[in-house]
């Protein structure tokens, strides 16, 4: 015995005498037990458990139990057999005691549960023992059972005494005390009638079989015996009970889990394992039977226990002589063939070596082991365990066995139909025993050698593991799997045309389970033909399974037989393909675990084709084991089947089949019965009643035959099947009972119940009406928004109208009951409910359209084949149109037809659109609107696709999208995605790929096919996150281009929106290309290529894979190399078309985006093996579906995936794109916006800090070289001083793009900050040198003055000194000592400058009149001009017509050309034409030549662009005067009238220079005016220049400075005060200049910088100040400012910031202000101190003197204060520095008081004003001017190359003066519409032709060198500014906002504030 029957006989044993002990302690018992209970019948008629008075515990037994509960109810003692499920047996134990059978039937199939029941005990237990059945029908509480007793009461073998009914929980006691009190009457009544009678009261004994049917006896043949098994009676003794097999029940660890399921052997196993089997079991029961035992009269074996001998039956069967116990009735008795026996004699105690198997409990418990499932079966599988992305699966045999279940599952998803056949790896071998064969042991005799060949031990082999049968894995995981991975996984099985699992024994309750939940997601779809009048007319029908009613045709095996019964209905259905799995499938093996009881069911669909099996749809249920033990499964077949057909081994009377035969010949059902031991064609017994043999028969004549009855039976009325109804059949549970399944189903049903009567076409119209006509219309307005022709703002104010009031209709129809009812189960239902309620909501909606959707189907094609008809007589008729029409509108009622989930979504994202377009306010709570996209992003994130853009209108609802997406970041977090997008013709399966690729749900159905785009988020798997740089895959499936139903109303234009779209959300797109068609693929890859080119074109840069499905050689190599380089020149052609369209430089397709042939194209094998609608999917198509998920994993890799908020951003980018006819102008990418936006900002942060820094240097630098103390600066020097904070801020710049989440948006810029950071950094030390050195320069100028000031000072001091000494004595007062000085000083002064002449101040009145009358101009003309003072906003003026008079021959020319003109038009136009012609020229913006034009050309002769051009001349003029006036040395040498004589000549040149070419001059006038304005803008310089140079260089200026300084000193030395206290007085004098100088300039330093950091206004980017520039305005509502800003923008922002820092400097933030004063006062005055203590200490440490003293202090003060120079000669006296100190001390004191009153005012008067600060940190940026309405570039670099120009906001073209020409109408519309529009504008003012403004880059470099994105104008700022200042500006312009300018009517209700607060909009990214 091998080790593994080794142990099975071990364990067996060990229950064997645990029922020993169980006898003898029963036995023991002194009181006999006095009526014996035994339940018969059907297991599922009661409720089992702990409640149940009757049978309170689930352990099944045969032996008889004591019941405590039954004696304390009824006061006796009473015992149990549990006999329930029908077993099997052939004996059955001795019972001495009074007994009755409970025979338990189930209300509703009372009546077969009855038969069978009956039969049953009269052929296993005995016909006599019938009187001591009662019969008790079990029923649900609320039953009624009248009915069911009246047709008992129909059975001869019914007696109503003895019947009784009871609740199937058996937990009432007056129901079991009635019961027991009837049995108690029934068991006396037959104690009487058979008194004396002794074989009643010994024992049960076996009996023979009944008797059969005398007309079934004439039916079959004679019973043959079996070859293979000569069966011999048994003898037992009386009483002795022979069990059947060896009990397999024993004792478990308490607590564990119970796996009660039917187990059995493989009922399909192959002969070889039969007898390989039988081998095992006769070794393992310890016995030898020889061949020549065989048919024998049999042996006599001792029995151990009673010592007796008995005969038994030796043939194959294995005994279980000690076991008391029956057979696990949860089992089935094996499966395999029985042993025949005679008529006469009693029946072997085994049927075969087959139901000698030893099964263990153990067995499933051990394979869920195996397959590592055994923590699934409590934890069940989800699908989103499936819907997630991991490694690709392994299509190789190195699958583990633990692996197997999730490799099944994950190939099954994969539509890989070889799920089943999953090779696995082998367990490795040692190295000493590596033979691929195994050797026999035998030894090297001759004997040994044959006794070894003819054994049939197969030694080395039994010792190892059976392989797991395939369907034991599929069952297993079906087991634990919940009930949505169930239906998934069903769902596929169909799909691969596999049987699917009708009626499963549930592992713990032995329950029969219908699966019927998942079923319901299938569909089949047939045809069916019918030929009329020599005309076949096919018709197609598609339905959910569960509905439909189809023959069901139920195959039963009733015994063992050699003949696969599986293989058999193969070749029925399918006959090549394996829909039923059979013993000689690949993987079968001998041992099958959880298959028997199982009922599985497939479908044979029609073709419609002459070659099909059968004419319709039929159902074929294979019940799997010994159907002779499985009783209840075959009673339920039998009643809802068609036609049954039974195979048994032989047909003979006596045969243990021969009553189930008799029964189902007796039925009414037809009957084959296929007989193994018969040689027989088929027969007819009776009608609809057929016998076939299968012996010796071929394979392929018996399906044949069988087809052919069938198709008999068939031909005529049957009963139909309909799966849904296998919820009524009484003892079966539905999974679909379960209580959350049908919470979701009720609250779904709520809903269908308002659609259920209607038709379907109807039903969107009535409660989805918001995505209905309203829809449709507003998509269509909206899109129009974007192709506005005529009055175009007038039009656009109207289509907003138009578009609010739908809005607004939708509001009012939205508050429907089908909607309300959805969106509460939404939100109401938990998570799990919810699901079903969606799947529940879809199956049962899909249900109602099927039936209609078939109906329109079945019209159309029929209404399609009469206009054929018509259309083939060649002959319009009325009919014809007739029929046409009828066609039409059966194609719009199937659009309408079709409903699903996805219009209830669409509908609650139209209702959110609504709302939130109109924000209606919530009325009392949060109103529901405001919770969809929550709702929907819940369902988003567990896997549900959602739509991304509508299909039926063809557009992305923009609100709705955005809303949803942020609830998703919400939930989940901003997380990075990969989105995969997939392109390509209609129904070339490109749903079908994604489901394959990633487990999705994408609609395939050729009936539904996917419309618009849907999005599906796919997380990755936690083992390969690692690899990837994302979170998520989102999968974007789209319609097919080239969609048929869009062929009659559509153009190639809806294909490349779809394509420009997808193609731009995707980081990589999936291009399908279906079939090898090339017409077909050029369509397709020019759309394609186009889309890409855009791409490339607005610097989005996705990847892309061609997907080349349905080819049909993938493997040929050589073709597919070929098939590539036909692709590449393909793509490389349409790339040069493409480039053409789009106006881009392309050659071949890898210029537009990164290709590589040879990697990026991939072949896919078509996914059908065959035909449809039987073929299985093609196991090709699921590698090549690998693969392209192996590739698409490879490229992921290296990306980055997307945030989801930048997702969000794009889908709003592009949509708004597309809107527009020129996408690539169009496209305004607000993330890479956004991103940049925030980059200027920090640019801003980054250069303050450079600035700041340079300017804390350069007040360090300044004093000292003001004071002297330095002459040179190098710029080495700067640098050095700058490094370390200009080595932060180049870090800091690495950090942020490498570090920021905008990373690699952030790339695309970074060298181009880099270098303008380093350029700043650049200017900035050029600049502060520059300022130096020309200090420096002013320095070197004046030296010999310095040295004369020295001199004078020392002089001065001396003479000071001397005349206090001589006054010391005396007792003069204040009030003298001041007039003596004052003489004196006068004196002084008069001799120290008696060689020197004071500098005079300058008039420049008087010499500018000077130089314009040089220039010929009269005086009084100056004065006049002065006076009005009109020259001062000469650039601003709105119209120069009063300058301009034409030249003479020019004027002549045009007056005759325009005569000319006019007389030609006359000639060519008349009337209405005329008109109509000059209105369409001034909509084109064409010039007009009409009369009452002309007049108006005289009055206004200036066109608005030659305006400008003079307006640019004159700013240009004043630009290079004043470039030239500051290049003189004004404030080194003075100022000289000659340099104003030197601007008027430069600007009179200029003049004339403007003049020539032009065909007018200008008047005097603008000269005069002209040198006036330039002379005013360069007077304040002059002046302050001037005045420095006077200043630094006037010895009386400087004298008069210095003499109250001196009055002090001579002060001091009358009184008598030393020299330390005198030279302290000086030194603090001194002290205190520089410091009010260091801090004002520090303090101007320090408010500029706050206010970079703090203020609003200051603090963020161009734009950010723009905005605040225009509140600003728009606050003041000052005209003259406005136009300031129109015409000079900079100026009016230089006036706005110096406004802002004054506001802030004295109001607003003027305590803030004056704390940076004070802390910079303390600063100072605590390094004055620490400076004073440290020079004294040193000095007197060193023993110094006072000269010592000053350098030391004045280099403690440096850098941040600087001393002038003192002279110490006069103070050498000097010595006790610590007096000094103190004095100096004391005056620092004086000094702190005083500086701490210093006044705010003073600050913009010092040379760091803040506000000239700001100014150039603000203002060094782009001011270029938009062409059309002169809006500002508000790029924060000034050069910004070879970024264009651009502004987020535009404004109408006529605030800049822009009107019709030759009309007085002022531009109305925004530029950023006109360039979305159809209109044509003139380059320049004198060119002759026009452009289209869609192509105004192409009007030169002005235009080209701007970027224009169409943006709807929405911006009311400027709206409100033309209302609001319409006058004024129609009078600056002299001209009307009228005709095509007049000002649309709702512009007027625009307020301020709306004005205000639409600039937040403009600084938006969108």
Same mark, same amino acid.
């Given at each position: ?1694 006036? $706005?910031? @110096? +406004? =802002?820092? %004054? &506001? ?12 940076? *004063? /004070? !802390? ?58 610590? $007096?000094? @100190? +103190? =004095?100096? %001390? &004391? ?12 006044? *705010? /005012? !003073? ?164």
């Amino acid at each position: 015995m091998n080790s593994h029957d080794a142990q099975h006989s071990k364990r067996d044993k060990n229950v064997q005498g645990e029922a020993e002990n169980t006898s003898s302690s029963t036995g023991s018992n002194a009181v006999t037990p006095e009526l014996t209970l035994v339940l018969i019948g059907n297991k599922d008629s009661i409720e089992i458990g702990s409640k149940n008075i009757l049978l309170d515990h689930d352990k099944e037994i045969h032996v008889k139990e004591f019941s405590s509960r039954l004696y304390d109810l009824f006061a006796r003692q009473i015992s149990l057999i549990n006999m329930l499920g029908f077993p099997n047996i052939e004996k059955v134990p001795v019972i001495k005691d009074d007994h009755a059978f409970i025979l338990l039937i189930s209300n509703g199939l009372h009546d077969s549960q009855y038969t069978s029941g009956m039969q049953w005990l009269e052929r296993k237990i005995g016909k006599e023992h019938s009187s001591y059945v009662m019969t008790v029908m079990t029923h649900d509480s609320d039953d009624i059972c009248e009915s069911a007793l009246q047709d008992l009461k129909a059975k001869s073998s019914f007696s109503e005494k003895r019947y009784h009914t009871c609740t199937r929980s058996m937990m009432d006691e007056n129901e079991i005390i009635a019961l027991l009190e009837k049995i108690d009457d029934m068991v006396s009544e037959n104690r009487q009638m058979t008194e004396g009678q002794e074989a009643h009261h010994e024992a049960l004994r076996t009996v023979k079989e009944t008797e059969t049917d005398n007309t079934f006896e004439d039916a079959v043949e004679d019973f043959k015996k079996d070859d293979n098994c000569k069966a011999r009676q048994a003898e037992v003794s009386p009483g002795q009970y022979q069990p059947t097999d060896k009990d397999f029940t024993g004792q478990r660890k308490k607590g564990e889990t119970k796996l009660k399921t039917t187990l059995g052997e493989d009922s399909e196993m192959n002969d070889d394992s039969r007898e390989l089997h039988k081998e095992g079991q006769k070794k393992e029961g310890g016995m030898d039977i020889s061949k020549e035992n065989v048919g024998g009269k049999g042996s006599e074996i001792n029995n151990k226990h009673t010592g007796e001998k008995s005969e038994i039956n030796t043939a194959s069967c294995e005994l279980s002589q000690e076991s008391n116990i029956l057979q696990h009735p949860s089992t089935p008795p094996p499966t395999h063939s029985g042993d025949n026996v005679d008529e006469n004699k009693e029946k072997p105690l085994c049927n075969s070596s087959e139901e000698k198997r030893k099964i263990s409990p153990q067995e499933p418990e051990m394979l869920f082991k195996r397959l590592k499932l055994q923590d699934k079966c409590q934890t069940k599988w989800s699908p989103k365990e499936f819907i997630q992305i991991g490694r690709p699966v392994k299509q190789t045999n190195e699958i583990s066995e633990k692996d197997l279940a999730y490799a099944f599952l994950q190939r099954l998803m994969m539509l890989d139909h070889r799920a089943r056949y999953i090779p696995v790896k082998q367990k490795k071998l040692d190295a000493s025993n590596s033979q691929a064969v195994h050797m026999s042991k035998s030894e090297d005799t001759d004997d040994d050698d044959l006794d070894a060949l003819y054994s049939t031990n197969t030694e080395s082999g039994q010792s190892q593991e059976n392989q797991v049968h395939p369907m034991d894995v599929q069952m297993a995981v079906f087991h634990c799997s919940d009930s949505f991975l169930k239906q998934k996984m069903i769902t596929k099985l169909s799909q691969c045309q596999y049987a699917l699992p009708l009626l499963v024994p549930d592992l713990v309750t032995t329950n029969i389970v219908c699966p019927l939940w998942t079923f319901r997601q299938i569909t089949k779809t047939w045809k069916t033909s019918t030929t009329k009048d020599n005309s076949t007319t096919v018709t197609m029908k598609s339905m959910p399974v569960y509905n439909a009613e189809t023959p069901m045709v139920s195959f039963f095996r009733l015994g063992s037989m050699s003949l696969s019964k599986s293989q058999l209905m193969n070749a029925l259905i399918n006959d090549r393909h394996n829909t039923f799995f059979h013993r000689n499938c690949p993987g079968s093996t001998k041992s099958r675990h959880l298959m028997d009881g199982v009922a599985e069911i497939a479908w044979y669909c029609p073709a419609g084709k002459p070659n099909d099996f059968f004419l319709d749809c039929i159902a074929f249920c294979n019940l799997h084991g010994d159907s002779l033990a499985i009783v209840k499964q075959r009673e339920i077949l039998t009643e809802m089947s068609s036609v049954i057909v039974v195979l048994v081994p032989t047909l003979e009377k006596n045969h243990e089949s021969s009553a189930v035969i008799s029964m189902l010949y007796k039925s009414s059902k037809p009957l084959i019965i296929l007989s193994a031991d018969n040689e027989c064609s088929a027969v007819e017994m009776k009608p609809q009643k057929y016998k076939l043999g299968l012996k010796e028969r071929s394979q392929s004549d018996v399906p044949e035959e069988l087809k052919k009855i069938i198709r008999s039976i068939l031909s005529r009325p049957q009963t139909s099947f309909q799966l849904k109804t296998m919820a009524k059949v009484s003892g079966v549970r539905v999974d679909e009972d379960m209580e959350v399944c049908q919470n979701g189903k009720s609250a779904a049903m709520e809903l269908v119940k308002l659609i259920e009567r209607m038709d379907v076409s109807e039903i969107k119209e009535k409660f989805l009406p918001c995505q209905g006509q309203l829809w449709y219309e507003w998509c269509k307005i909206n899109k129009e928004l974007y192709h506005l022709k005529g009055h175009i703002e007038k039009e656009m104010v109207q289509k907003r109208q138009q578009l609010k009031e739908i809005r607004q209709k939708q509001c009012n129809m939205s508050n429907n009951e089908m909607m309300r009812l959805f969106t509460e189960s939404l939100e109401r239902l938990p998570p799990n409910d919810r699901e079903y309620f969606l799947k529940w909501t879809q199956i049962l909606i899909d249900a109602l359209s099927k039936d209609d959707l078939s109906s329109i189907l079945q019209s159309y094609d029929e209404t399609w084949s009469e206009v054929l008809v018509l259309k083939n007589k060649h002959e319009k008729s009325a009919q014809l149109n007739e029929k046409q029409a009828e066609l039409e509108h059966l194609s719009k009622k199937l659009q309408s037809a079709t409903f699903g989930l996805e219009h209830l979504f669409r509908e609650m994202g139209q209702i959110y659109e609504a709302h939130k377009f109109l924000e209606r306010p919530s009325l009392g709570r949060q109103t529901e609107w405001t919770k969809y996209p929550e709702l929907a992003a819940d369902l988003m994130i567990k896997g549900h696709p959602m739509e991304l853009m509508d299909g039926d209108a063809g557009h992305v609802p923009l609100l709705w999208i955005s809303s949803l997406l942020k609830e998703v970041i919400k939930k989940l977090g901003d997380q990075k995605v990969f989105v995969l997008s997939v392109l390509g013709v209609q129904s070339s399966g490109k749903s079908t790929m994604l489901n394959a690729m990633f487990g999705l749900q994408f609609a395939v159905s050729a009936g539904r096919c996917t419309k618009g785009a849907y999005m599906q988020l796919v997380k990755l798997s936690e083992e390969i996150k690692k690899d990837y740089k994302f979170e998520y895959v989102l999968v974007v499936d789209t319609e097919g281009l080239r969609a048929l139903e869009l062929a009659g109303n559509a153009t190639l234009h809806h294909d490349n929106e779809l394509a420009t779209f997808v193609v731009g959300l995707g980081n990589m797109t999936l291009i399908n290309i279906f079939g090898e068609n090339p017409a077909d693929m050029q369509d397709v890859l020019q759309i394609v290529v186009q889309a890409f080119m855009r791409m490339k074109k607005v610097k989005l840069s996705p990847s892309c894979v061609f997907v080349h499905q349905n080819v049909t050689d993938i493997s040929a190599v050589e073709k597919n190399m070929d098939g590539k380089r036909r692709l590449q020149e393909k793509l490389d052609k349409m790339a040069q078309l493409a480039a053409k369209e789009e106006v881009c430089d392309v050659e071949c397709f890898s210029d537009v985006i990164a290709f590589d042939v040879q990697k990026d194209v991939k072949y896919f094998a078509q996914l059908w093996e065959g035909s449809p609608p039987m073929a299985p999917p093609n196991p090709g198509y699921s590698e090549s579906v690998q693969e392209l998920k192996a590739v698409i994993l490879s490229k992921a890799s290296h990306s980055t995936g997307i945030l989801l908020s930048h997702f969000n951003a794009k889908i709003q980018d592009l949509w708004n794109a597309l809107m527009n006819e020129h996408f690539v102008f169009s496209f305004k990418n607000t993330l890479e916006i956004a991103v940049y936006r925030k980059l200027e900002a920090q640019y801003g942060n980054w250069t303050w800090a450079l600035r700041s820094e340079m300017l804390n240097i350069e007040n360090q630098l300044y004093p000292r070289i003001e004071k002297g103390q330095l002459d040179k600066v190098d710029k080495v020097y700067l640098e050095k001083q700058m490094s370390k904070k200009y080595t932060e801020i180049t870090k800091a710049i690495v950090a942020y793009f490498e570090d920021d989440k905008d990373k690699e948006m952030l790339v695309q810029w970074r060298s181009r900050f880099e270098i303008k950071i380093d350029e700043f950094h650049e200017e900035l030390v050029r600049d502060v040198k520059r300022k130096l050195d020309e200090l420096i320069q002013q320095n070197n100028a004046r030296k010999k003055f310095d040295n004369k000031m020295t001199e004078f000072e020392n002089n001065l001091l001396q003479k000071s000194k001397e005349l206090a000494h001589l006054l010391k004595c005396t007792d003069a007062d204040v009030e003298e000592l001041k007039g003596q000085f004052n003489t004196v000083w006068s004196l002084w002064v008069k001799e120290l400058t008696s060689d020197t002449k004071p500098i005079e101040n300058i008039s420049l009145d008087e010499d500018q009149c000077n130089v314009l009358g040089g220039l010929g101009v009269e005086s009084s003309f100056i004065i006049e001009s002065k006076q009005s003072k009109k020259y001062k906003n000469l650039s601003e003026t709105g119209n120069y017509c009063c300058y301009r008079t034409p030249k003479k021959s020019e004027k002549l020319y045009e007056e005759s050309q325009q005569s000319q003109k006019n007389k030609n038009k006359a000639d060519r136009d008349t009337g209405k034409q005329s008109k109509i012609f000059d209105i369409a020229r001034k909509f084109m913006g064409m010039a007009s030549t009409t009369q009452q034009e002309q007049q108006h050309k005289s009055k206004n002769s200036f066109q608005h662009e030659e305006q400008e051009m003079i307006r640019l001349f004159i700013n240009q003029v004043e630009q290079e005067c004043l470039k030239v006036m500051k290049d003189k040395p004004v404030a080194t040498r003075g100022y000289s009238s000659t340099y104003l004589e030197e601007l008027a000549k430069h600007v009179k040149q200029r003049v004339t220079e403007f003049e020539s070419g032009r065909k007018y001059t200008f008047k005097k006038e603008f000269t005069v005016d002209l040198l006036l304005y330039v002379f005013d803008r360069a007077e304040s310089w002059l002046l302050q220049s001037h005045k420095t140079y006077k200043d630094n260089n006037d010895v009386f200026t400087y004298l008069d400075s210095k003499e109250k300084e001196y009055y002090n000193i001579f002060r001091s030395f009358c009184k008598g005060s030393s020299s330390v206290v005198v030279f302290g007085e000086i030194m603090c004098e001194n002290l205190k200049v520089s410091a009010v100088e260091a801090v004002y300039n520090k303090t101007g330093v320090g408010i500029a910088g706050e206010m970079v950091c703090n203020f609003s206004a200051f603090s963020g980017n161009r734009l950010n100040l723009e905005k605040h520039v225009l509140a600003s305005l728009a606050e003041k509502e000052d005209f003259n400012s406005f136009i300031t800003y129109i015409r000079n923008p900079r100026k009016q922002v230089e006036a $706005f910031i @110096k +406004e =802002e820092v %004054e &506001k802030y400097m004295f109001a607003t933030q003027k305590g803030k202000a004056q704390t940076i *004063l /004070n !802390k910079n006062v303390e600063d100072i005055t605590r390094l004055v101190s620490q400076a004073l203590f440290g020079a004294t200490d040193e000095v007197k440490k060193k023993k110094g003197d006072i000269e010592m003293w000053v350098e030391k202090f004045s280099s403690k003060l440096e850098p941040n204060l600087t001393l002038d120079t003192i002279s110490c000669q006069n103070f050498s006296d000097i010595n006790n520095f610590d $007096f000094l @100190k +103190e =004095e100096i %001390e &004391k005056g620092l004191k004086n000094i702190r008081s005083e500086m701490n009153s210093l006044s *705010l /005012n !003073k600050v913009n008067e010092c040379r760091q004003k803040p506000e000239q600060i700001l100014i150039d940190q603000l203002c060094n940026c782009c001011w270029e001017r938009c062409p059309f309405c002169a809006s500002v570039c508000t790029n924060t670099l000034k050069d910004h190359s070879p970024d264009k120009h651009s502004v987020p906001f535009h404004r109408p073209s006529g605030i800049k003066g822009w009107h019709g020409r030759g009309t007085v109408d002022l531009v109305i519309d925004f530029c950023t519409t006109l360039v979305a529009s159809d209109r044509r504008f003139y380059p320049e003012h004198d060119s002759e032709k026009t452009v289209p403004y869609k192509q105004y880059q192409t009007a030169g470099e002005k235009y080209a060198s701007w970027s224009l994105t169409a943006d709807a104008s929405m911006l009311a700022y400027w709206k409100w500014f033309i209302c609001h200042f319409q006058e004024e500006l129609e009078d600056y312009y002299n001209l009307k906002f009228q005709g095509w300018g007049e000002i649309p009517q709702q512009w007027k209700h625009l307020s301020k504030k709306d004005a205000i607060e639409s600039l937040n909009e403009m600084c938006s990214p969108r």
